[in-house]
């Protein structure tokens, strides 16, 4: 709102469209320097004149001729001050909208986000958690700025695992056990076949073997291997539904078994395939990469060859025009390797796929390693967060209703907003007691600010009031109110934001701004007392309302609930 206001108040002395000048304006670092401003050095050239030189002259028809804003001149910037009780209310009735910062910014572009992607027979991975989380707010974030999104379940359901798996089961597993806890016993399995290779390497050759049998199509190998999905899928459902998260595909690795030979043959014909050690690969010299491997020595595939033949498939089946991959910064050489050899086949489109990577995830340091079976599991993890966020409402709020299905909101929506607040490249070492705390920069804060608003409109009887009086910026004349009405209108850039640089935390920052702001202003006086005026009431409710509004929105955007009491 002020970009979309200051860019079409001012475009006219330019001489340029709003929309292009949008582009061009910033948000000044520091508050003295205005609300909005435009650096006038891009305008030096065309207008034949010194930065400072334009700002100056725009400035002064600005003030001439406008009571909106205030313009000044700084350095070569014409810094752009909204004057407060011109839009105070304009600013309430706009964040108080249902939809308020959707945009049409992606309409006709069809995003694809590949997301979550666990690997079956091994526990739900703290990497997998923060590709879900990351992943599902950005789908929410692209879908609300006006893109159509599909996102996909990209399931390590094949691969040389399965054949250790599947020796690890033959030589020491047993039906029985695998039934009672499948993934605990898939790990246990896992993980002893990596102990014992280091006193028998034999073991890998076995298990290279059995996967071959596997691809082959082997009965009795692949009813085993069903087995691991089935039961895998079970324990990864329960997770999703406690993140309330959902996928339009879940199309794992093995859903490209049938389609591989086709990208083969590709690679074959434009006479990129080079046999290397009995090994089939590409070289990439010319981009400075190491040789993307295609088929192993025994023509068995991996997991680079799968990428392929599913980027294939998502852009010409799937007809996504982009593809955005969620996965740990670890696996970058493998997105590159992969997109330059779709780069090399011909497919100027690889320039639309994008490697979406995020740091390492410890949980008090912990580090975790499957093949060590040093596991954090996820599942208690979230049990910890509910059970700690339970306790703080036992303190707190002993008569609240609902008492479980709050704590399970609060703890959920701590262990997101822990992963969340944190620029995604970052590495994030996960502090429970911080993670769940009402106070500092945490979910939880987030949500029982928003609740506060929800009991302070109850009290204060809002629902009858908004009907009688419209919103007066009289009524909003301290700072705060102002501050915090500025944060509001800065929502659907924030988007834009977040949206170009695939970055949630972005989003995470605002609601902290926001919520910060406000308590601010709640802080500043009492607004419900006795004695108050309806209508000041009113006005001063209906920032509140605006408030909580955006506080739930931009929360749901992240993933996390927000209840109405806590
Ligand atoms: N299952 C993989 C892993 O856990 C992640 C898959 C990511 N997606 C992809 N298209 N490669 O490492």
């Given amino acids: 709102m002020l970009m979309k206001s200051a860019s079409s108040l001012v475009a006219p002395y330019l001489s340029v469209s709003p929309a292009e000048l949008f582009d061009k304006l910033e948000y000044p670092p520091q508050k003295e320097m205005g609300d909005v401003s435009l650096p006038c050095f891009t305008f030096a050239k065309q207008l034949r004149q010194a930065p400072q030189k334009i700002a100056e002259q725009i400035a002064e028809r600005i003030n001439a001729d406008q009571t909106e804003i205030h313009a000044m001149a700084i350095g070569g910037y014409l810094n752009l001050f909204f004057q407060a009780d011109h839009w105070k209310s304009d600013f309430v009735a706009m964040a108080s909208e249902e939809n308020y910062g959707h945009s049409n910014l992606g309409s006709g572009i069809c995003v694809l986000v590949d997301m979550s992607s666990p690997n079956i027979a091994k526990p739900f991975g703290i990497g997998h958690l923060r590709s879900t989380m990351i992943g599902n707010a950005l789908v929410n974030l692209y879908r609300v700025t006006g893109h159509e999104v599909v996102n996909v379940n990209h399931l390590g359901d094949w691969g040389t695992q399965f054949g250790k798996l599947i020796v690890a089961y033959k030589r020491w597993g047993s039906l029985e056990t695998l039934q009672q806890e499948p993934i605990k016993e898939s790990l246990r399995l896992y993980v002893k076949f990596h102990e014992e290779t280091d006193l028998e390497p034999e073991l890998e050759d076995e298990a290279r073997e059995a996967f071959a049998l596997l691809e082959r199509g082997d009965p009795v190998t692949l009813e085993l291997w069903q087995y691991f999905v089935d039961e895998s899928m079970k324990e990864f459902h329960k997770v999703y539904e406690r993140l309330g998260v959902s996928f339009d595909h879940y199309t794992g690795e093995s859903f490209y078994n049938d389609k591989i030979d086709a990208v083969v043959s590709q690679l074959r014909e434009k006479e990129l395939l080079e046999e290397s050690d009995g090994a089939q690969i590409v070289r990439l010299d010319e981009k400075e990469l190491p040789p993307c491997l295609i088929l192993k020595k025994d023509g068995s595939t991996i997991y680079a060859v799968r990428d392929l033949a599913t980027a294939l498939y998502r852009k010409q089946v799937l007809q996504a025009d982009s593809i955005l991959y969620v996965v740990g910064a670890e696996q970058s050489l493998h997105f590159q390797q992969v997109f330059s050899v779709l780069d090399k086949m011909g497919y100027a489109w690889s320039e639309q796929c994008q490697h979406v990577p995020f740091g390492l995830m410890t949980f ?45 909101a609060v703890g959920v929506g701590a262990v997101i907003f822990g992963d969340l607040k944190h620029h995604r490249q970052l590495s994030v070492d996960f502090n429970m007691e911080d993670a769940v705390s009402f106070d500092g920069e945490t979910g939880p804060y987030l949500q029982y600010t928003h609740a506060r608003i929800c009991t302070l409109l109850r009290r204060g009887n809002y629902g009858a009031l908004r009907g009688r009086f419209i919103v007066d910026g009289a009524h909003l004349s301290s700072d705060s109110a102002w501050e915090c009405l500025k944060t509001l209108s800065r929502y659907e850039s924030t988007l834009h934001e977040a949206v170009k640089d695939n970055e949630p935390f972005v989003i995470a920052r605002f609601l902290l701004d926001l919520a910060k702001d406000f308590n601010r202003f709640y802080n500043s ?42």
């Fill in 364 to 408: 008090n340091g912990k580090k975790m390693s499957t093949r060590k079976g040093k596991v954090v599991f996820l599942e208690e993890v979230l049990d910890e967060a509910v059970a700690s966020a339970l306790q703080i409402i036992n303190e707190k709020s002993p008569e609240l209703p609902d008492k479980e299905k709050v704590a399970e």
């Fill in 525 to 566: 006086g009492k607004i419900v007392k006795d004695d108050a005026d309806e209508a000041e009431v009113c006005s001063k409710l209906s920032l509140a309302a605006a408030v909580a509004n955006v506080l739930k929105q931009g929360l749901g955007l992240l993933g996390i609930k927000a209840p109405r009491e806590m």
